[in-house]
């Protein structure tokens, strides 16, 4: 039987192992949503951790028998998703107003041989309870299409449909969704 996971917040030192499961979760779940250069692009381009999250205290993962299996959290920054954005509103550090910006939920991921376990909406709810204390009033993400019905499980209605644009010059469909911070999931 395999070690139940525990959640914790991320360490500078957990970098090296979150890309490692960012880039296997996207060659993993991508494929039923995106073509092969798709995916090859989103594991190059999105798969990559946010240092920044992890030094604010707002991104956690999973750790089960000594090996991350998910991943994910919120920000008090500008950036809005994971990846490169041509926004010049995406500032990666530009603190957000709590008063007039919602925070962002970012990043989420999780092992292929961990999915449809709770994981992942731990990780929301956790993120929405310290966002919420933190005086946000909402949340905001911009949704791969993999991640879809877990945001709407947690209670995330989509707003607009989006294009994520990567330097590579392939394109991702995705959702901007909301929530309130303080609704459950």
């Known amino acids: 039987m395999p070690a139940v996971p525990t959640l914790r917040p ?5 970098l090296p192992a979150i890309e490692e499961l960012m880039a296997a979760s996207v060659r993993a779940h991508f494929p039923s949503h ?6 090859a692009s989103a594991a190059r381009h999105i798969a990559r951790p946010d240092a920044v999250l992890v030094d604010d205290g707002t991104y956690y993962v999973h750790e089960a028998g000594g090996r991350i299996v998910a991943c994910g959290g919120w920000s008090m920054r ?4 994971a990846g490169p954005s041509d926004d010049p509103d995406d500032d990666p550090l530009r603190r957000i107003d ?3 910006e919602p925070a962002r939920i970012r990043a989420m991921f999780v092992d292929d041989g961990w999915t449809r376990r709770g994981l992942g909406r731990e990780i929301v709810e956790t993120s929405a309870r310290a966002a919420s204390g933190a005086g946000f009033a909402a949340l905001v993400l911009v949704a791969t299409l993999p991640g879809v019905a877990l945001y709407e499980s947690c209670g995330f209605l989509a707003r607009r449909s989006v294009r994520i644009v990567h330097p ?7 959702l901007l969704m909301d929530r309130d911070a303080a609704r459950a999931g």
Do not use: S
């Open 168 to 174: 590579d010059g392939v394109e991702l469909d995705g």
């Open 98 to 100: 709590p008063a007039t």
């Open 34 to 39: 995106y073509d092969v250069r798709q995916t």
């Open 10 to 14: 991320a360490r500078p030192a957990d």
């Open 78 to 81: 500008a950036k809005l998703f």
